[in-house]
T-cell receptor
Framework: QKEVEQDPGPLSVPEGAIVSLNCTYS??????FMWYRQYSRKGPELLMY????GNKEDGRFTAQVDKSSKYISLFIRDSQPSDSATYLC??????????FGIGTKLQVIP | DSGVTQTPKHLITATGQRVTLRCSPR?????VYWYQQSLDQGLQFLIQ???????AKGNILERFSAQQFPDLHSELNLSSLELGDSALYFC?????????????FGPGTRLLVL
């Protein structure tokens, strides 16, 4: 079992939809949770990171962590075609290596 | 643009050969990380250097080695290449030594072993 599990998709949504991307993790030592966006043939770009449980909002993006259920979510409001990319969740114990999910490929259709 | 640069962008080579991938971190970042990304395995951590010294090791094969130079650029050496080494190799940098939650990735080197 991988420490961070993520459905690879693909996920197709119409423009303007609310997108929900999710991951689960198994390592209780994880305290930092990250979301990266990766466009085709580019490097991952850090979108957001959160510490412990709770929500963090940045523009159209909201990251949510529920440590009790070991569940990580990213919500994208008013999705745009430019949001089409692969979204990688990641987790770390801070002082440990970052463990990435395999990534969910998202396509936002105009 | 993350500020991390990697060369070359593409590399095509044959089995058994050796290649060197180069990374320049963001200005001021002392930590450099190397990752391998393949379709079936996702992004796998290989190794971290901090200010010239090896800091952490992940799933790095013995055929692979890395180093970080005094000017903080880093090189990843891959030898006795096999078909299965074909992948995207990313370098990331961070200002932190131990806390790893903020890493900035370069554009990657696409390696194809024929």
């Amino acid at each position: 079992q991988k420490e961070v599990e993520q459905d690879p998709g693909p996920l197709s949504v119409p423009e303007g939809a609310i997108v929900s991307l999710n991951c689960t993790y198994s390592n209780s030592a994880f305290q930092y949770f990250m979301w990266y966006r990766q466009y085709s043939r580019k490097g991952p770009e850090l979108l957001m990171y959160t510490y412990s449980s709770g929500n963090k909002e940045d523009g159209r993006f909201t990251a949510q962590v529920d440590k009790s259920s070991k569940y990580i979510s990213l919500f994208i409001r008013d999705s745009q075609p430019s949001d089409s990319a692969t979204y990688l969740c990641a987790a770390s114990g801070g002082y440990q290596k970052v463990t990435f999910g395999i990534g969910t490929k998202l396509q936002v259709i105009p | 643009d993350s500020g991390v640069t990697q060369t070359p962008k593409h590399l095509i080579t044959a089995t058994g050969q050796r290649v060197t991938l180069r990374c320049s971190p963001r200005s001021g970042d002392l930590s450099v990380y190397w990752y391998q990304q393949s379709l079936d395995q996702g992004l796998q951590f290989l190794i971290q250097y901090y200010n010239g010294e090896e800091r952490a090791k992940g799933n790095i094969l013995e055929r692979f080695s890395a180093q970080q130079f005094p000017d903080l650029h880093s090189e990843l050496n891959l030898s006795s290449l096999e078909l299965g080494d074909s992948a995207l190799y990313f370098c990331a940098s961070s200002p932190l030594r131990d806390r790893k939650e903020t890493q900035y990735f370069g554009p990657g080197t696409r390696l194809l072993v024929l």
